[in-house]
């Protein structure tokens, strides 16, 4: 099977999932950021710890690689942040609202793609430090 169809069959169980469970929805997203509603975080946080057990349960198994944090990481992180609290959509969730009908989501699309090319523009101009796997 073409490895593109294996992760489009995953990604489409994924935003089944993450639209069931009302995850997809701006309003939620929104109640998240605003501290209305701590129903996101405990999923975010019973992710994170599930994680971490399962990570504590392979470190042996998988040798540990040497990372270095880039000038660029806080910034980034940032910027990531900031449009996914604006937006109410990361790149994954985005899609679960252009499947469900929101014209939004094509505003949040072309976000993305114009933040990529601006990482891409500046970085080549301005820093050139390691991207590590970003490809540039």
Same mark, same amino acid.
């Given at each position: 099977? +073409?490895?593109?169809?294996?992760?489009?069959?995953?990604?489409?169980?994924? !935003? $089944?999932?993450? #639209?069931?469970?009302?995850?997809?929805?701006? +309003?939620?997203?929104? +109640?998240?950021?605003?501290?209305?509603?701590?129903?996101?975080?405990?999923?975010?946080? !019973?992710?994170?710890?599930? #994680?971490?057990?399962?990570?504590?349960?392979?470190?042996?198994?998988?040798?540990?690689?040497?990372?270095?944090?880039?000038p *660029?990481?806080?910034?980034?992180?940032?910027?990531?942040?900031?449009?996914? $609290?604006?937006? *109410?959509?990361?790149?994954?969730?985005?899609f679960?609202?252009?499947? *469900?009908?929101?014209? $939004? $989501?094509?505003? #949040?699309?072309?976000?993305?793609?114009?933040?990529?090319?601006?990482?891409?523009?500046?970085?080549?101009?301005?820093?050139?430090?390691? #991207?590590?796997?970003?490809?540039?």
């Amino acid at each position: 099977m +073409n490895e593109h169809i294996k992760y489009s069959i995953v990604g489409l169980l994924f !935003g $089944a999932v993450i #639209t069931s469970i009302g995850f997809g929805d701006y +309003n939620e997203l929104h +109640n998240m950021f605003t501290l209305v509603d701590e129903r996101m975080w405990l999923s975010f946080a !019973g992710g994170v710890l599930l #994680t971490m057990i399962v990570l504590l349960l392979l470190r042996k198994r998988i040798p540990k690689q040497d990372k270095i944090i880039q000038p *660029g990481t806080l910034p980034g992180s940032m910027m990531f942040g900031f449009g996914w $609290a604006i937006s *109410g959509a990361c790149p994954a969730i985005v899609f679960v609202h252009l499947g *469900g009908g929101s014209v $939004a $989501a094509i505003a #949040t699309i072309v976000g993305i793609i114009f933040g990529v090319w601006l990482y891409r523009y500046v970085h080549a101009k301005l820093f050139r430090w390691d #991207t590590g796997s970003c490809g540039v």
